[in-house]
């Protein structure tokens, strides 16, 4: 893996190798709408997808559940005073997940999106994520 000291802007590193958090409302995805698969940054681990992503009101990108489980790991964080759940890749600091999300799972994985990459559903197969293409065609006509 390429030292992510030379491929991250400033606030990417802080946010992703330093635990930092980006504004609220000022990020590339908070509001982003586009069907695609969300990666890691770094790792380029597949992370979640914007069929499970929710306008939560907080200001950054809300998702119900990772994509794939074994890429998303949490760790309690008792920093500023109170205790939460942080969610991390393996490559670094994706945001925090609270037990008040929407139905099925009742969470929300608040995600920085400076630990984000975003790549469109049409770009899946070109991108090496082709196997995740199927989540997002479009159900059988039911003829």
């Excluded at 069907?35 to 950054?60: A, Q």
């Excluded at 559903?121 to 082709?130: N, P, R």
Aim: glycine share 10%; charged share 20%; aromatic share 12%.
């Amino acid at each position: 893996m390429t030292d992510p000291k030379l491929t991250l802007d400033p606030l990417q590193y802080l946010v992703h190798q330093q635990n930092g958090t980006e504004p609220p409302f000022r990020n590339a995805f908070w509001d982003h709408h586009e069907p695609g698969l969300y990666v890691d940054i770094v790792s380029g681990e597949p992370l979640f997808t914007s069929l499970d992503k929710f306008d939560s009101g907080c200001g950054w990108p809300s998702f119900t559940k990772p994509v794939e489980a074994k890429f998303v790991f949490e760790k309690v964080d008792k920093t500023h005073g109170m205790t939460r759940t942080e969610v991390r890749s393996s490559a670094g600091h994706l945001g925090h997940v609270f037990p008040d999300g929407p139905k099925p799972t009742g969470l929300r994985y608040c995600i920085n999106s400076a630990s984000l990459r975003f790549i469109p559903a049409a770009d899946l197969e070109k991108e090496g994520f082709g196997s995740y293409s199927v989540l997002f065609a479009a159900p059988p006509s039911g003829r």
